[in-house]
């Protein structure tokens, strides 16, 4: 890994390959250090980037080290997420967009085209409080009898 | 002062959007050339200016993500 470091800037710069590390990845892993180090970005996204990262306080030169090692294991983080981002992309909209459709279908008719009122109750739920737990009242109030 | 963001890498809209967040503090001028937007800063608040310039391009950054 080439990296040069500007002691008196307090910073260090290196090279990363577009081709092993994206640009996305590159930027989730920058987003993580911006409170660490300023953060530099030059280069050509198709061939390499140029990450220059300046420490916020007075770094020493392992310290700056540390900083790049630190930034590569970040990237590597990022650039998982990334992958997978990539290869759930299909299921992921798939779920979404079932959640808006199925979402926008509640006000809309039933699915069979016909023209549901919401008083019908094709399943039966709809019983009254009463009719449900006509026994178990029926019950309790014999129960109540009794016991006085 | 005038810095460069490689037009491959950052946004107009992020450079625009930062100068506009950061207008409060100094004036900007944003130019192009053929790879680079180039912001010139105008009237940097003095006792900022060991920062400034880092924090804003730490803060264009950060709207990349967005």
Known sequence: MKFQINSPKNQITFFLDSKLYPIEAIYGAAYVFIDRAYIFLDGDPQKEIIICLKGKKKMNFKELEGLQGEFYNELLNYLLRVKIAKRNKKVRDFIVGTALVSGSNIFDSSPDGSDNDYLDDPLGIAVPWEDKYKENTAKKKKQDETSV | ?66
Do not use: G
């Open chain 2, 1 to 66: 002062m005038k810095l460069q963001f490689n037009k491959k890498i950052y946004l107009k809209s992020a450079v625009q959007k930062a100068m506009k967040d950061y207008s409060h503090l100094a004036n900007f001028d944003l130019s192009q050339s053929k790879d680079y937007f180039l912001v010139e800063i105008i009237n940097m608040p003095p006792e900022l200016k060991d920062v400034f310039e880092d924090e804003f391009s730490n803060y264009a950054l950060s709207l990349m993500k967005k």
